[in-house]
């Protein structure tokens, strides 16, 4: 079982629809929890990070986190065409310091 | 705020040449910076783990001769390609992370792609 695991995807809704990316992860230890965006030829971008339990909103996006399940979901309301990239979720390791990254999700809005 | 820059964003050298990348923290000092690879179509991976002052951790399988790797300062990292080969031609990416406060939050460069002829 891989540490962080995403559906690569390509996950495709049409324009102004609700985008929703999951990830789970298999350390319980787990504390803290980042999605990033990347678009094709361009490094990360923090979109958000989500340290406790529930729904943790920003604009458009919205994060959820449910420790119990080992799972983390990232909701793009509205999505729009320049929403279309990759979408990485990342879990802070605490016995190693470094980020675990799943292999991303490809996400496609379509006009 | 939490602004990274990387230097040169783009590089093409001949094979054998070295190579030297620069990693900015801006408007933060990163207690911890992380370099990583990423060829086309394939998830990041990460090459080394440096702190501050000390020498830094690189991750099986990466060369620590071939990829040098100094933190001398709270905001600067340098990552050096030596005798660089076409095959290391890829997309290297460095990250900072703040770390006071128990923030883990890691904030990216914008990417430095080599390409070596």
């Known amino acids: 079982q891989k540490e962080v695991e995403q559906n690569s995807g390509p996950l495709s809704v049409p324009e102004g629809a609700i985008a929703s990316l999951n990830c789970t992860y298999s350390?319980?230890?787990?504390?803290?929890f980042f999605w990033y965006r990347q678009y094709s030829g361009k490094s990360p971008e923090l979109i958000m990070s989500?340290?406790?339990?529930g729904d943790k909103e920003d604009g458009r996006f919205t994060a959820q986190l449910n420790k119990a399940s080992q799972y983390v979901s990232l909701l793009i309301r509205d999505s729009q065409p320049s929403d279309s990239a990759t979408y990485l979720c990342?879990?802070?390791?605490?016995?190693?310091?470094?980020?675990?990254f799943g292999q991303g999700t490809t996400l496609q809005v379509k006009p | 705020g939490a602004v990274v820059s990387q230097h040169p964003s783009r590089v093409i050298c001949k094979s054998g040449t070295s190579v030297k990348i620069e990693c900015r923290s801006l408007?933060?000092?990163?207690?911890?910076m992380f370099w990583y690879r990423q060829f086309p179509k394939q998830s990041l991976m990460l090459m080394a783990t440096s702190n501050e002052g000390s020498k830094a951790t690189y991750e099986q399988g990466v060369e620590k001769d071939k990829f040098l790797i100094n933190h001398a300062s709270l905001t600067l990292s340098t990552l050096t390609v030596t005798s660089a080969h076409p095959e290391d031609s890829s997309f290297y990416i460095c990250s900072a992370r703040p770390g006071q406060g128990g923030d883990n939050t890691q904030y990216f460069g914008p990417g430095t792609r080599l390409t070596v002829l």
């Open positions: 989500i340290y406790s339990n």
């Open positions: 350390d319980r230890g787990s504390q803290s």
């Open positions: 408007d933060f000092q990163a207690t911890t």
């Open positions: 990342a879990v802070y390791s605490g016995n190693t310091g470094k980020l675990i």
